[in-house]
């Protein structure tokens, strides 16, 4: 193979192909991945991936699809970087960041996220496309630009990205080139753009498109661009095509129509036209796209004959203009910018014919506008786009659309700003309609208008009437013709084109002609009338807008062009002869001249006049031909305020030329100079309006390019000085407030006109220039400095106006002197007033381009700082104002003007700063609340101050401080305020780059200030052990901050902040610890306090920070084991962190490595410490286990892992004798069982907290532990809220315990005699609970967890769990492997063999056991009821047992039971259930083997039990259906299925089994026995029944009875009689039983195995009388019964007794057992926390059996007991009492009755005849060695 080489070109590439490596030194890389190639061989590369530098190796050549690259030389490192544009970078990072969060937003089913940012992806793509092409126009790309920007901030918010901050032209900003104040307003306004785009985005705008409509909506001026594709229409005849704008509300068009003329062919009449019929409609403004709607029309008219339908088109007469028809389209929303207007999207305009010859055009106009109609396919194709901007800009910014051949169509009017230069001299003409009677004609004419420009000699103006824009010139302009129509309504615009000149001698003539379709008498017919109007009226002024009501003349056709014959007449009907004085009527006829007046015809025209040269208003006119009339030149001047602004500003310039020429021409008085100056006051307070406000460019272009006036500045000072003064001497000057407010352009005017006069006498009379302008800037200081009333006002605006005039001047003055100017100005003003005034005045003048230079600073930066001192230090106290808010802003300009580059030397400014405002700004940070209003802004004034500090500006300010307690002082609020805004950054979470920069300022002052402590406070005279602490806290704290956690970032973000910023952790991590090595002596100050932080530092994960921290940790044990000779204190301090920054997502388990291994290597160095280092690093890492486990589990969604993992950790802070974290893990426990109701766990889980606290007044662990005062008081908190849980538990036996100790309190203790009635009714209800309600048994199943896929808590253990009520295995099963979804059911209940166990998947196993029932003492040898006994049988228990039928040996398939042998696998756990979980781990398991005698006489024992049980509900219950009952005596007494007992006598009771099994002698016994005690119960049930059974059911009973008494007879004949005892119900207490005769006989224990009570697996015997002894009988009482002592001796008990007609329960007869009681010495404190819990040590040596057995349906029975039976001792508390009464053996059985059953009856007799027999018990039921294991 050949070698690797280093690659030249193939340096970056992006992933294509996915590639999964196969080889440990090869790359797996994904699609999208991009990678630095570093070496190349053969058609593989090697290198890294770019997001992860750690991952490095080779991959294939042909999935890398290369990019161009640059690569940068920083240092001797290259730095290889993608050659692409700068946004398709941008683009193409964001991309990759929004589409790993789309693949986590679709995991996560967010199924409207995923869509929202699909789209914003999609969107995104195609514009990357479109930027890669390179073949986007400037503008376009400049517009798609600003598209991407805008997407990405959107989607950046929407998705809680950071937000990217931009310059004006939309690049990312560079935190390294912008100041922290312009970075910091970045940040806002991006922000403040972005919430606005959400904003539309909720309020359902077109979002997509939202930044083309601001953009649309902030130009003044904009344009429509409109390509005309093509026209299809079958016309025939060649056409004209007028488009233009309309606006269907006014009805009127808004723009000059666009001619297009159509040949009759389809193609334009120009064929050099074709694809270059383009036209933009310019002049639009706000005013426009505020209209509700706006349309583009096009009207269509036909060239050629009168009717199309005319045969003999030769005859006809051609070129006449008939109406053809429109068409429509709305594009209110395109021109809006609601919706983007794309170049190549094709727009269909249908077209609309008229219905008949006479239809007119507009109104066919308005009918289609308001109901639409179909085309038939006959229309306009059309491409439009709004562009931006007046004419000369979109030909600079759009030139491959408005290029020289683009017709431009301008609005009907001016647009909103008129710039100087514009000449307009248009008038636009609209024949509105007529009226003309047909005098001797049969029908209405077919009027034609002909309109000709004529002088006043009757001449023809030559082109001068334009019909639309892109056509030429005419010399005349002939109408539309409707075909006899009395009223035509024509509505045709044109525009009049004359130059100004000419003006006053023009005049329009109109002629009226009846056009006929013949050619023949077309040319015989005549002008038929005439009308004219003058454009210019005879005072000056021109034609008014709006309608005109023309007068129509009839006369001979050469009279009526006859100019002498008309002109002198009055054109309009409103107007009369003045000169003749004679009044026109419409009754008149003859006017002279040979015309007469139509009196029968009127015609009416409408006129807009757009020129900037002639007005309407006289006055105006007067003022602009002054010259004229100067008499009334004052009056003229005085008329300007009253003339309306629009008129005005539309001769802008015009007026201000006249203006400063009155000014000029009699500069040698000053007659006018007031009146001039108050005019040009007027004038710029009407364009300072909003409405006009537009107009402040035009008059700043006067300025500049117009202004002449050499000597004005003279003048307009002297008048300006004159207003001032009077106003300072409390004089009324009425136009002083417009004057102060017109300051910026007086002063404007002032400049100019000195730079013209100096640049046409070569500087002359400067030195009087710069005195005058001297003293006009004292008399505003004298001003400033009056004490009247009346100057207030003034005073505000001279502070708000004189800034803006610093532009100007400093061009023509000393900069120098301007400032002190300044300062003397804001000097004069008292201290205290306007306060607010004056910092907004300065604020402006920081801006000016005067704050700039350093020797203006000099002098004004001082002034300023006093201001802002004292303003400062109350902005924290106060809620925010206005004066505040100018304030920090006064300081933000300064400081951003100080951080630039081009102001000079800044350093003495800056520590100005430093020293006057850097601790006041600090304080006021700290005395504001972090949701003040201005927090951000003071906080970013500080860091910029921080910013601008070097070295040199630190060791000046720090050497301010005159003693050390001041340095100390300002030190430790600057480390509290750092740490302060570290914990809680007061700017968003999204504003990154703005806190990177904070933290890398703090971080360099943090450094800066720790060299200070080092030098000045480290020896031990200095020491300041506060100060030190400070310091440690803030570093820490600066570490572990969340911006700087690199490992939670994206790995984009991580590495723009490393490639930016670096990583800050390590620099100060080293510097904490650098700085702990040189306390020396002075360690042991910060021992335990300052252990918690440096944990927090080392829980980072960086491993270079951590090998440099965590030795910190041994320095701390030598230090204390030094002074203290142990590390206790170390110790706990770390322990208790320890779980609480775990517990907060710190550590891991290489952190847990690392702390071992370099904690013993430290240890090994030191022998004196290494058995306690040993010992130390042992309980941490026992300890981080169990937290890391706690903290996996903490997210999951399996409850009962975090229970399990709860309960690891407080076993291990009891086992470590950490009392206050056991209690807090405990309450973690509560609460996570009362999420899911587990109220019984809740309370055993409290219980052992209250067994921690004593009965005494001492205080609690934690003083403020639920505000209780003392243990007692805590104590009975608890026991409230612990008899509230169980309660909710049914667990009502606990909650009376814990109810007598609360009373045994109140009664002897603390004497409360009203809580202990409380306690005492409590615990009554408690009791009839247990009696009355329901309490169903909760299944048990054992669980298996195996393989090494699961966590370290549960792998490879069986634990047995206790299910909820009524829940079935399958649902338990189901929800376990919900947990564990990727979980393997294991469906044998055989233990798995080692390959599972070691498999690193994970597998389940499930199957139900049953409990073993242990009886408390005090229940044993006494009548209970079954509700109470009941109770234990499914809880105290901590034995569990599951049974398994196995075949051995030949197997009769018609008797199975002599082969059925039983395994059954015995369950011990570590606690008893229910306990403080649902679940506890198996500690052992043991195997029995059970033989098919044995389970015959457990199944005969439990079916007798059932036939008892069930016989006693029914007597306590005349409710319950009889057909249970029926069903249970018939399946026995009428055996169909399993053959009764017969099946046993076959198996068993023959001479082979005897003689083949001796050893079961015994049990054979007891077999017979219990078949013959299920006698005597048959005949009690089936009497029973007779009583209540239907008469319907009466055969069945009686069938039932009959097959009783055979069986009955066989029985007894066999097995002999046993009869039931008999009860007196009258005299007993006790409900009734079904005892009715009594023999003496004992019933074998082995009646009891397999039922709930015990299972025989012991070898003692149970009885110690011999086979065949009498048994002595007592002599009884009525209700009493003779059972069996320990002794061997008969005793008496005594049966409660019960009223009539009560419910019934049954009893039970428990022979006592004695307990010795040996005293015990009090446990110690330690002792006590440690015992009395169910969490205590598990008995030793009993090994755990991972075995399991499948679950199987068990026969269900019932079961008499022998009294004297062996007993195992109880030794749990035996207090707990249930709700069913049930007969118990003394030994405890198995349970594998039906688990639903409501109680079940043990009844305790001895037989006579087989007392002999119970010699010992079921004997030994040793383990088979064979038997299954699992």
Not at 307 to 316: N, R, S
Not at 961 to 980: A, I, N, R
Not at 1094 to 1121: H, K, S
């Amino acid at each position: 193979m050949a070698p690797w080489t280093q690659t030249t070109s193939e340096r970056y590439g992006v992933v294509k192909w996915n590639f999964k490596a196969n080889h440990e030194k090869q790359l797996s890389l994904e699609v999208g991945d991009t990678v630095h190639i570093q070496l190349a061989c053969e058609g593989w590369y090697k290198g890294y991936l770019v997001k992860n530098k750690t991952k490095e190796g080779a991959f294939p050549a042909s999935i890398i699809e290369l990019k161009e690259v640059i690569v940068e030389k920083r240092g001797d490192e290259e730095v290889v970087l993608s050659g692409e544009l700068p946004l398709v970078k941008e683009v193409t990072t964001t991309l990759r960041e929004w589409g790993s969060i789309w693949k986590q937003l679709f995991v996560a089913n967010k199924k409207e996220r995923v869509t929202q940012v699909q789209r914003l992806m999609w969107d995104l793509m195609e514009w990357r496309s479109q930027l890669l092409s390179g073949t986007l126009p400037s503008d376009e790309f400049k517009e798609l630009k600003q598209k991407v920007t805008s997407k990405i901030d959107y989607g950046n918010r929407i998705l809680e990205l950071d937000l990217v901050v931009r310059d004006a032209d939309g690049n990312i900003l560079d935190p390294d080139q912008a100041s922290v104040i312009s970075l910091f307003r970045a940040h806002e306004n991006t922000s403040s753009k972005i919430t606005e785009r959400i904003k539309e985005e909720q309020s359902n705008t077109q979002t997509d498109h939202s930044g083309i409509s601001a953009r649309i909506q902030s130009s003044p001026t904009h344009s429509l661009f409109v390509f005309v594709r093509n026209f299809v229409c079958r016309i025939g005849e060649d056409s004209e095509l007028f488009m233009s704008l309309y606006d269907p509300q006014k009805q009127a068009i808004i723009s000059e129509n666009y001619l297009v003329r159509w040949g009759s062919g389809g193609f334009p009449a120009d064929i050099e036209m074709l694809n270059n019929l383009k036209v933009v409609f310019t002049d639009l403004g706000n005013k426009d796209l505020n209209r509700e709607k706006i349309y583009l029309i096009c009207q269509i008219v036909r060239v050629g004959r009168m009717d199309l339908k005319e045969t003999h088109p030769k005859k006809c007469t051609l070129g006449l203009r008939r109406p053809c028809g429109v068409a429509v389209m709305d594009i209110s929303d395109i021109i809006k910018g609601k919706y983007e207007s794309e170049e190549e999207k094709q727009y269909f305009i249908p077209f609309h014919p008229v219905a008949a010859e006479n239809d007119f055009l507009h109104t066919l106009l308005n009918k289609v506008i308001a109901s639409r109609g179909d085309s038939g396919g006959q229309g306009l194709w059309v491409t439009m786009k709004v562009l931006v901007g007046d004419i000369v800009q979109i030909r600079k910014d759009y030139p491959h659309l408005v290029d020289r051949n683009t017709v431009v169509a301008r609005k009907l009017g001016f647009p909103e700003i008129i710039m100087p230069g514009d000449v307009r001299n248009d008038i636009y003409l609209t024949l509105v309609g007529g009226d003309f009677d047909k005098y001797n004609k049969t029908t209405q004419k077919n009027v034609e208008v002909i309109m000709w420009v004529c002088d006043e000699e009757g001449k023809v103006m030559p082109n001068s009437i334009c019909l639309g824009a892109g056509d030429k010139p005419l010399n005349e302009y002939k109408s539309v013709i409707y075909y006899q129509v009395k009223q035509p309504r024509w509505m045709e615009t044109f525009k009049v084109s004359i130059p100004l000149e000419e003006m006053q001698r023009i005049h329009l003539r109109f002629m009226f002609r009846h056009r006929s379709s013949q050619e023949s008498k077309d040319k015989s017919e005549k002008n038929f009338a005439m009308a004219f109007v003058r454009l210019m009226k005879e005072d000056g002024t021109v034609l008014q807008d709006g309608p005109h009501d023309l007068v129509v003349f009839k006369g001979d056709s050469k009279r009526m062009e006859d100019v002498s014959s008309y002109l002198s007449l009055p054109s309009s009907r409103s107007h009369s002869d003045v000169h003749k004085g004679a009044t026109l009527m419409r009754s008149s006829s003859s006017v002279g001249g040979g015309l007469s007046v139509s009196s029968r015809d009127a015609f009416t025209i409408s006129t807009l006049v757009c020129s900037t040269k002639l007005t309407q208003n006289v006055g105006l006119l007067g003022l602009l031909k002054w010259r004229t009339r100067p008499e009334l030149l004052k009056e003229n001047l005085e008329k300007l305020k009253i003339i309306d602004g629009e008129e005005i500003v539309k001769f802008l310039q015009d007026t201000l030329d006249a203006l400063f020429n009155i000014m000029m021409e009699h500069s040698r008085t000053d007659d006018y100079d007031i009146l001039v100056f108050d005019a040009l006051i007027y004038i710029i307070a009407l364009i300072a309006d909003r409405k006009f406000q537009h107009f402040n460019t035009v008059l700043e272009a006067y300025i500049k390019q117009h202004f002449s006036a050499t000597l004005a500045y003279k003048k307009l000072m002297s008048v300006l000085k004159k207003y001032i003064e009077l106003t300072s001497q409390g004089e009324q000057c009425e136009p002083i407030i417009r004057t102060l407010k017109a300051l910026e352009y007086i002063f404007k005017f002032i400049v100019r006109s000195r730079m013209l006069y100096s640049q046409l006498y070569e500087g002359k009379e400067q030195g009087e220039f710069e005195d005058s302008l001297q003293s006009l800037f004292e008399t505003f200081n004298r001003l400033m400095k009056s004490e009247y009333k009346t100057t207030a006002l003034q005073q505000v605006a001279a502070l708000k106006y004189l800034p803006s005039v610093l532009h100007d001047v400093e061009t023509v003055f000393d900069a120098r002197l301007l400032s002190q100017l300044l300062y003397d100005f804001y000097i004069c003003i008292p201290k205290g007033n306007l306060q607010k005034q004056k910092v907004v005045s300065m604020t402006e003048i920081v801006s000016s381009k005067l704050f700039q230079r350093q020797e203006c600073r000099d002098i004004l930066l001082p002034m300023m700082l006093q201001e802002l001192s004292d303003a400062l230090e109350q902005v924290g106290c106060v809620s925010p104002s206005d004066e505040h808010r100018d304030s920090v802003e006064l300081l933000n300009k300064i400081l951003e003007v100080l951080s630039r580059n081009n102001v000079g030397d800044t350093f003495q400014h800056v520590q100005a700063i430093v020293a006057s405002l850097l601790r006041t700004i600090n304080r006021t940070v700290i005395s504001m609340d972090r949701e003040h209003a201005l927090i951000s802004r003071v906080v970013a004034c500080m860091t910029a101050i921080l910013s601008q500090m070097d070295d040199h500006h630190y060791s000046r300010y720090i050497e301010t401080f005159s003693g050390t307690s001041d340095l100390v002082d300002f030190l430790m609020e600057t480390f509290m305020l750092f740490k302060d805004l570290i914990g809680k950054h007061v700017y968003p979470s999204d504003w990154v780059a703005m806190i990177m920069v904070q933290n890398r300022v703090f971080l360099r002052a943090i450094n800066t200030f720790a060299d200070t402590m080092n030098r000045k406070f480290l020896d031990n005279n200095n020491f300041e052990v506060q100060l030190w602490n400070n310091y440690f806290h803030l570093a820490v704290a600066f570490i572990t901050q969340e911006s700087l956690q690199l490992q939670h970032f994206s790995p984009t973000k991580r590495n723009k902040i490393l490639a930016k910023y670096g990583d800050m952790r390590r620099l100060i991590g080293f510097a904490i610890r650098d700085m702990w090595y040189k306390l020396g002596q002075n360690k042991i100050c910060f021992i335990p306090g300052m252990v918690g932080p440096i944990l927090e530092m080392t829980l980072i994960p960086e491993e270079e920070l951590r090998r440099a921290t965590i030795p910190i940790f041994f320095d701390m044990m030598q230090c204390e084991y030094r002074h203290a000779k142990n590390f206790k204190k170390f110790e706990n301090e770390i322990i208790l962190k320890l779980d609480h920054e775990v517990e907060g997502g710190g550590g891991d388990e290489r952190y847990m490595e690392l702390l071992q291994a370099i904690m013993l290597d430290l240890g090994e160095r030191n022998p004196h410490l290494l058995s306690e280092m040993k010992l130390f690093v042992s309980l941490v890492t026992g300890l981080l286990e169990r937290l890391l486990d706690y903290r996996a589990v903490r997210s999951d969604d399996s409850r009962n892992n975090k229970m399990s993992c709860t309960v690891n950790l407080l076993n291990f802070y009891k086992d470590i004798n950490r009392e206050a974290m056991y209690i807090r893990y405990l309450y973690k426990l509560r609460d996570l069982h009362l999420d899911v109701e587990n109220f019984t766990e809740a309370a055993y889980t409290l219980l052992l907290h209250s067994k921690l606290l004593k009965w005494s007044d001492d205080p609690p662990l934690q003083l403020d532990f639920q505000g209780c005062q003392s243990q007692r008081q805590l104590k009975e908190n608890l026991y409230d809220t612990i008899i509230g849980y169980f309660d909710k538990g049914k667990m009502w036996e606990e909650a009376i315990t814990l109810c007598k100790e609360l009373a045994e309190q109140y009664e002897i203790e603390v004497f409360d005699y009203e809580l202990l009635s409380q306690s005492l009714k409590q615990q009554a209800r408690f009791y009839e609970n247990i009696m009355k309600i329901l309490r169903p048994k909760p299944d048990y199943f054992a669980v298996g967890y195996y393989g090494c896929g699961y966590p370290l808590f549960l792998r490879n253990k069986v634990f047995i769990h206790r299910g909820k009520e009524y829940e079935r295995r399958e649902d338990f099963q189901n929800q376990l492997l919900s947990q564990f979804p990727s979980a393997i059911r294991l469906n044998t209940t055989h233990m798995p063999d080692d390959t599972i166990k070691n498999s690193s998947s994970q597998y389940i196993q499930c199957f139900t056991v049953q409990p073993i029932l242990e009886i408390p003492l005090r229940l044993k040898n006494k009548p209970v009821p079954d509700q109470i006994i009941n109770f234990y049988k499914s809880n105290y228990v901590q034995r569990f047992h599951y049974s398994r039928p196995v075949m051995k040996g030949t197997v009769d398939k018609s008797n199975e039971f002599a082969s059925m042998w039983i395994e059954r696998t015995t369950f011990s756990t570590a606690y008893k259930l229910p306990g403080i979980l649902r679940w506890f781990e198996v500690t052992s398991m043991t195997h029995a083997t059970i033989s098919p005698l044995e389970n015959a006489i457990e199944t005969m024992g439990n079916t007798n039990e059932k036939i008892l049980t069930m016989i006693n509900q029914y007597q306590g219950d005349e409710s319950l259906p009889i057909n249970p009952l029926s069903m249970l005596l018939n399946g026995i007494v009428d055996p169909a299925v399993m053959g009764g007992f017969a099946k046993y006598e076959k198996a068993f009771f023959t001479e082979e089994y005897t003689q083949s099994h001796p050893q079961d002698k015994d049990n054979l016994a007891r077999l017979k026995d219990l078949i013959a005690w299920q006698v005597p119960l048959l005949g009690r049930g089936i009497s029973l029944h007779g009583k209540r059974v239907m008469e319907d059911l009466r055969p069945f009973h009686d069938r039932m009875e009959e097959c009783f008494k055979q069986l009955k007879k066989k029985v007894e004949m066999e097995y002999g009689v046993r009869e039931l005892p008999d009860m007196d119900e009258r005299k007993s207490t006790r409900p009734r039983s079904v005892m009715r005769s009594y023999r003496q006989s004992i019933i074998s224990i082995s009646s009891l195995a397999g039922s709930e009570c015990g299972t025989p697996t012991k070898t003692q015997p149970d009885s110690s009388f011999p086979p065949d002894s009498p048994t002595p009988t007592l002599q009884r009482s009525s209700g009493s019964i003779s059972v069996i002592d320990e002794g061997g001796n008969e005793v008496e008990v005594r049966l409660r007794k019960s009223k009539r007609k009560k419910k019934r329960s049954s009893m039970i007869f428990i022979s006592e057992e004695k307990e010795k009681a040996s005293d015990s010495k009090r446990l110690s404190k330690k002792q006590e926390f440690r015992s009395d819990t169910n969490l205590s040590e598990p008995n030793q040596g009993v090994g755990l059996a991972s075995t399991n057995s499948r679950s199987m349906p068990t026969i269900t029975g019932l079961s008499l007991s022998v009294a004297n039976g062996g007993e195992e001792v109880e030794s749990a508390r035996s207090r707990r009492d249930s709700k069913s009464m049930s007969v118990c053996g003394t030994l405890p059985s198995d349970r594998t009755t039906d688990r639903r059953s409501k109680g079940v009856i043990n009844l305790l007799f001895k037989s006579k005849s087989s007392r002999s027999e119970e010699g010992r018990s079921t004997g030994d039921l040793t383990t088979d060695k064979d038997s299954n294991h699992f």
